[in-house]
């Protein structure tokens, strides 16, 4: 298996990803019976050096229950009959995971209402009032 590209400056190492070759589900007639075509990629992503801890951690959190006990990610794909075309989806998922761990999360600004969002507010506290307030009984002042 050949390195993998995430960005320019910045390569998983082959010796990081291993993948294994599993009988795949679903039609396919006898072919789907014979052949192991699906694909289970996994990257170690505990003893991996080329990212650091936040980018780990973000990592984690998208990988959610992909992450298994070691550490390690598995990604699995079937969506084709060839095994070549599968193990290249699992990478190209792969690689976008790690791309989207690479930017780190935006800082909420915190921002206050402005003066006429406030006006609208109790404008409409008004109103809502007003409009309760005729839904009453005739006989009541």
């Not at 989207?100 to 999360?105: F, G, H, Q, V, Y």
Request: glycine share 8%; charged share 35%; with cysteine.
């Amino acid at each position: 298996m050949t390195d993998l590209p995430i960005r320019p400056g910045l390569t998983l190492p082959a010796a990081l990803l291993e993948w294994t070759a599993v009988r795949a589900s679903g039609p396919g007639g006898q072919h789907v019976n014979r052949t192991s075509t699906r694909v289970e990629l996994r990257f170690d992503l505990a003893n991996c050096a080329e990212l650091d801890d936040g980018a780990k951690a973000r990592v984690r959190r998208l990988a959610g229950r992909r992450l298994d006990a070691d550490g390690k990610v598995l990604l699995t794909s079937q969506l084709t009959r060839s095994q070549d075309r599968n193990l290249d989806d699992a990478r190209t998922r792969l690689a976008e995971l790690v791309a989207r761990a690479l930017e780190p999360p935006v800082k909420r600004v915190a921002t206050r209402p402005g003066k006429a969002a406030k006006r609208r507010r109790v404008e409409d506290k008004r109103r809502q009032g007003e409009r309760k307030r005729e839904r009453g009984s005739a006989d009541e002042p």
